[in-house]
């Protein structure tokens, strides 16, 4: 029988050989055909009484499967909201059979009657590890990509194949396992060997061959443990003395992890508890409502859009002029061996291509090397990168003081101070040695590119790349395009983007851009919470409450305060004295010039920074700066969290009818990646679009009743609330490039 993403080989011991391997695509993923091939084959296991047992497998290079679709997800939620509107109840039960197939597929292979074991050759993600977990038995390649996982939380959903159920009847702990997928995280083979989620780690070129042997041995029972009488799952029951202790502390670790604003991580957590004391077959219809009920969540809609559907189509270059050839990038230059410069040197060796690193003395350029070292030791110490990876790399970069060095670079990129005076001396510099068709890139993180573009002889070769600190880590870069910036010029940014694996976003010019304007916002509500007495423990605990990574005053450590300050020196000194609030001005000032607390660079900011192993701590004097607020039970927790998200959407609002940020995508993906807005919201603009404009509308008008002018609604959101629009209603991307197709 033919398959349209399998092959199925019968060798002469009656073992089928099942290798996933779909046509015309890297990595296999579920979706309709993948489930129809699976319920074929599942019966011709059963049913040929030639096959004694199978191995499934993948015909990937190092990738076993990225698990479903989540673009399907999206096309049955579409549909299930267009039935609610005919008939609830069926559209309710509809969306539940879809959500139950796969499982119920899975469920085929694993009461099949015959052993099936699972040979893992890579990346084994979502579903497709629930494929795994069905077999009776698993078999891992030792090659350093291979992870396993079950991420389906970080987009708002929990696994719905099963996963929940077999993982909690594997695990010799259930603790580690309830943390494995509340946090969905990424193991190696070994690590899930221990946990007892697979059974054996091979050699790459023996995996087949370990597999079927395992089978020819005797060795796999072709019924799951935990359908034979008298099952005890090795982690534990729920009541149970060990169980009395774990269940509480989850419940409550959980809530403090996640404040509650992630129903899936919940619903993973009932799943197990009320699962793990029934059958599997009703594990499993318990594991399907939940799924259901997180599918129908506007939580999981929201960061499937954003952090799945939005996120891929940008790093795949949905903002690229049409027209225009791509450039092999062949070596780079930096200009600013900093941390700055330096990172950007990484991340770009890292890839392969080569770097030359410059700065004002050989010893400057020198130690921004040595930050390559240091970063690609650690990871060779991790045992994620290999001694001659780290060889490899190093000698891409070459750090120097020489100009002339950058003459065959297709791109630059300056990563010197915040100053327009070093940067014009530097683009002069570069412009005079550089190739007519290299793109000239700033790293800036708040001055104008149109200005800082003047002192170019090719403004349409000039372009900003905004990187975020630690480059390393910080997935999005924010291009800039200035007035004169040209299409070829975006090409090449957004390709180099490409290539070092982050996620672009493209934004017209303007003090801050986007990011930095959101971010700014979040920092300096923060401020005034503390101007108003408001402990800053309160202020830290209710950003994370919010959904936000870290709290205001922690982020600005990150960034320094003494930056701040010359931020906000720089803001008068352009537009004003009013266009900077003076009780921030006297807080920066304070913290800076009579207490030398410039944040984490200095060890002391709003946090003191003891000595490693020593963990940071709010500075005492905080609380001696302003008079604080003594009955903190009257303080109200949901209006400080409120200003907190509202101070960054409504800014996202105005930069979106200032026309800074034009794609709803890039605002919503922008905001979670670059600054951490709450992620379980899908970004500034699906925040909005969840609590609604007219709700949004009145929020602000609430908040700047009691707060001032700057929670003051724009023109956009009024208008919009009068319509009952949302952004991504009015403004979807999809539908505007249908129009101009």
Not at 691 to 696: D, S
């Amino acid at each position: 029988m033919a398959y349209k993403n399998f092959t199925l080989d019968i060798d002469s011991d009656g073992i089928a050989l099942i290798s996933w391997d779909m046509a015309g695509k890297s990595m296999n993923v579920i979706d309709a055909s993948v489930m129809d091939d699976i319920a074929a084959f599942t019966t011709q296991i059963r049913d040929n009484a030639a096959i004694k047992g199978a191995v499934i497998t993948s015909g990937k290079k190092d990738s076993f499967s990225g698990g479903a679709d989540l673009s399907m997800l999206e096309g049955s939620l579409k549909t299930y909201h267009m039935e609610k509107a005919r008939d609830e109840e069926a559209a309710a039960k509809m969306l539940f059979d879809g959500a139950s197939r796969l499982g119920l597929l899975y469920r085929g292979i694993e009461t099949c009657g015959k052993p099936v074991v699972c040979a893992i050759n890579g990346v084994c993600m979502g579903g497709a590890f629930e494929l795994a977990l069905a077999c009776h038995a698993r078999v891992a390649s030792d090659i350093d990509k291979l992870r396993l996982a079950l991420p389906e939380v970080q987009v708002g959903l929990l696994p719905g194949a099963g996963g929940t159920q077999r993982i909690a009847r594997l695990v010799k702990d259930m603790q580690a396992g309830l943390q494995m997928l509340v946090q969905g995280q990424r193991l190696k083979a070994v690590k899930a060997k221990a946990m007892g989620l697979i059974d054996d780690v091979v050699p790459a070129k023996k995996l087949i061959e370990a597999s079927k042997k395992r089978i020819k041995d005797g060795l796999v029972d072709p019924v799951a443990p935990w359908d034979k009488k008298g099952f005890r799952a090795p982690g534990g029951a729920v009541y149970t003395p060990a169980g009395m202790q774990l269940w509480p502390a989850a419940n409550a670790i959980l809530r403090q992890q996640t404040a509650m604003n992630y129903p899936a991580a919940q619903y993973i957590l009932s799943c197990i508890y009320e699962g793990t004391q029934v059958p599997m077959d009703t594990g499993l219809r318990i594991e399907a409502r939940y799924f259901t009920a997180a599918l129908k969540s506007p939580q999981a809609a929201n960061m499937i859009r954003s952090l799945f559907l939005s996120k891929g189509e940008l790093e795949k270059g949905a903002r690229r002029p049409d027209g225009v050839r791509a450039t092999k990038i062949k070596k780079i230059g930096v200009i600013g061996a900093g941390f700055m410069g330096a990172g950007i040197a990484y991340v770009t060796a890292k890839v392969g291509i080569p770097v030359v690193l410059i700065d004002q003395s050989q010893e400057a350029a020198d130690k921004g090397k040595a930050h390559s070292d240091d970063l690609i030791t650690k990871q060779v110490s991790r045992g994620s990168a290999k001694p001659e990876e780290k060889t490899a790399l190093l000698d891409l970069i070459t750090p120097t003081t020489d100009y002339n060095a950058l003459a065959d670079c297709d791109l630059v990129i300056e990563a010197v101070f915040e100053d327009r005076e070093i940067k014009r001396i530097v683009t002069e510099k570069v412009e005079a040695v550089i190739k007519p068709t290299a793109i000239f890139a700033s790293n800036t993180s708040t001055l104008p590119i149109s200005g800082l573009a003047l002192a170019s002889k090719r403004p349409k070769n000039f372009i900003g790349i905004h990187f975020f600190s630690p480059v390393d880590k910080m997935m999005l870069v924010e291009l800039i395009m200035g007035k004169k910036t040209g299409d070829r010029a975006l090409a090449l940014a957004l390709d180099y983007v490409r290539l070092i694996k982050k996620t672009p976003i493209v934004v017209n010019d303007t003090r801050g851009f986007y990011a930095n304007r959101c971010v700014l916002n979040y920092i300096r509500e923060g401020h005034l919470m503390l101007t108003e007495g408001v402990p800053a423990a309160m202020i830290e605990n209710v950003a994370k409450m919010a959904g936000m990574p870290v709290g205001p005053l922690s982020l600005n450590d990150e960034i320094a305060i003494d930056l701040a300050q010359k931020i906000m020196k720089a803001t008068v000194k352009d537009l004003g004295e009013k266009a900077v609030d003076p009780k921030l001005m006297d807080l920066v000032d304070t913290m800076v010039d009579k207490h030398g607390r410039l944040g984490r660079k200095n060890g002391k900011g709003f946090y003191d920074y003891p000595p490693k192993p020593g963990k940071k701590a709010l500075w005492p004097g905080l609380k001696d700066m302003y008079p604080q607020i003594r009955d903190v039970d009257a303080i109200d927790i949901d209006e400080l969290k409120e200003r907190m998200l509202v101070a960054q959407a409504l800014e996202a609002a105005r930069v979106f009818q200032e026309g800074v940020v034009t794609d709803v995508r890039e605002a919503d993906v922008g905001s979670i990646l670059g600054f951490g807005f709450a992620p379980w919201s899908g970004g500034t603009l699906s925040y909005i679009d969840m609590m609604g404009t007219p709700a949004f509308l009145d929020l602000c008008k609430k908040l700047q009743k009691k707060h001032g002018a700057r929670f003051k609604p724009n023109k956009l959101i009024v208008e919009m609330a009068a319509n009952n629009e949302t952004f991504y209603g009015r403004f979807n991307p999809k539908a505007a490039s249908k129009k101009a197709a």
